[in-house]
């Protein structure tokens, strides 16, 4: 279906029109089972890939999940030196009717200016995150919201980030000539359990879309309203 609708672009999607055919040099495709901890997986070789994270549904869902499990190491090694993970959840405000573009646009806007603050890169110092886009459709209209994934030095208390970076990013929508935002949309958690930070690591490593937050639990509830 993707290659049907984007052949009319094949000029600019040459991997991904390509994508799962048989390599040229190849004259067979071969495949196999690799036994990993949640079973086994069929793999094959002698197929083209795009690795494309954007357009490829195949090669999307690979490289997420790998990306996924590689921050939940990272953050797990961390907490183990004794740093505290966060999770974040930023939106603009939006209405049924706006261009996911528009919307889109303001956030993306808003999370640059914001982060390219030097209050914010003060605030921020010795921090480590990481972060993700989801987008979901409701009856407020398109919903895009950044999750991040923060993690704070032990010598810093974690909760002292909790306001000082709403004032920023509630400074940073109206900088980009956006409505102001709702408390009510922003969500600050402090992750305990190792298990939560497993979900919040993954959940942000693969830069998830759709129903990500109806369906998962713990810290990834995040708030949702606008």
Known sequence: MVRRALAPYADH???????GYPAPQGDHVTAFLVEEEEGYRVRFS???TCGSPWACPVCSSR???????ALA??????????????????????????????????LSSAWRWAWGHRRVKALLRGVAYARSVEITFGRNGWHPHIHALL??????????LEDPLWE????????VGWAPSSRDAYSFEVVESEEDL?????????????????VAGGPLKGATRA
């Open 73 to 106: 190491r990272a953050a797990a090694r961390l907490v183990g030196l004794g740093y505290r993970a966060v999770h974040v959840v930023l939106t603009v405000r939006h209405t049924r009717g706006e261009a996911l573009a528009d919307v889109f646009g303001a």
């Open 168 to 175: 920023a990013w509630s400074e940073a929508v109206e900088a």
């Open 13 to 19: 999607f040459r991997g991904l029109t390509s994508c």
């Open 63 to 69: 490289l997420a999940r790998d990306r996924g499990e």
């Open 198 to 214: 497993g979900h919040v690591s993954r959940y942000v490593g693969k830069g998830s879309w759709g129903l990500g937050l109806e």
């Open 46 to 48: 002698g197929v083209m």
């Open 151 to 160: 993690l704070v030095p032990a010598h810093r208390d974690p909760w002292a």
